[in-house]
């Protein structure tokens, strides 16, 4: 068995992953845009697809299965039907634990700041964020780490719940943004969750997408969401109840239908 398919050997190609990514793109706004303002769209698609490229590279070369290695597996359509079900409803609940945390400890400075550079009026910029933002964000974090680096866990330790947790421990912790561990993690457990019950990354890319998309709407069209989804600085609470509603559907329905393939 080759060394990647261990515990440490998948945490040290998924953080050199993470490294290749965030070096090559940071040369690369230094080369071409020093200021980094104009470069960002590019640059944002640019660092997704880095962080998968040498997870590729190498699996290619211990010629393994792909798409069962990392977990890009086909799903019914009344799983995805379910899966962003219950999506909408996590996020508008994990919108209002944000709230409440910046109720409690006001955020910094520099975080409002980092939201402006998902702000922007040039259509094409708009476009080209959105991809690297959304879509393409949510597939390459999943491949990584729902698809590669949980399932080597789950295999290597025979422990899912413990994979999960630590896997998701180390997905937050990469972030890098210490004001939204606690919500990261959260997100990230119930993603492997998904990706494990499903043995899809497909669940837990559409949880991703919609949160991302929830926060890239939030930054360039918050007018939008007031009076409906937003009440007093917070999620409005029919909003949140029939998110819960939904969570609660989608859930049941995703297990009825998928723990008995589990346990055959």
């Known amino acids: 068995m080759s060394v990647i398919f261990t515990a440490r050997g998948a945490f040290i190609l998924v953080t ?3 490294l290749f990514s965030g070096f090559l793109t940071s040369a690369l706004i230094l080369l071409f845009d020093p200021a980094g303002q104009a470069f960002l769209p590019s640059t944002l698609i640019v660092g ?3 962080l998968v ?3 590729i590279v ?8 792909l798409r069962e290695t990392l977990r890009i597996n086909p799903v019914s ?7 962003v079900l219950l999506s909408c409803g996590i996020v508008a609940w994990a919108d209002e634990l944000e709230r409440i945390v910046a109720l409690i400890i006001p955020p910094p400075q520099w975080l409002d700041q980092l939201g402006q550079f998902l702000r922007v009026e040039d259509p094409l910029s708009l476009t080209l964020i959105f991809i690297g933002a959304v879509p393409l964000a949510a597939f390459s974090e999943e491949v990584l780490f729902r698809g590669f680096l949980q399932q080597v866990l789950e295999k290597q330790w025979k422990d899912v719940t413990r994979a999960v947790l630590v896997g998701s421990l180390f997905f937050a912790v990469v972030h890098l943004i210490p004001y939204w561990a606690v919500q990261i993690y959260l997100l990230g457990v119930i993603m492997g969750y998904l990706a494990w019950i499903t043995n899809s990354i497909f669940p837990s890319m559409i949880l991703h997408g919609i949160n991302n998309g929830i926060a890239f709407s939030f930054a360039n069209w918050e007018d939008f969401f007031e009076g409906w ?3 007093n600085g917070h999620v409005s609470p029919l909003i949140l109840a ?3 509603t939904m969570t609660i559907i989608g859930f049941k329905q995703l297990n009825r239908t998928l723990t008995p393939v589990l346990e055959s």
């Open 58 to 65: 190498i699996l290619t070369r211990n010629t393994v299965n």
């Open 242 to 244: 029939i998110g819960t």
């Open 48 to 50: 997704e697809l880095l």
């Open 53 to 55: 490229v040498p997870l």
């Open 16 to 18: 050199l992953s993470l």
């Open 229 to 231: 989804y937003t009440w």
């Open 77 to 83: 359509r009344r799983t995805l039907l379910l899966s």
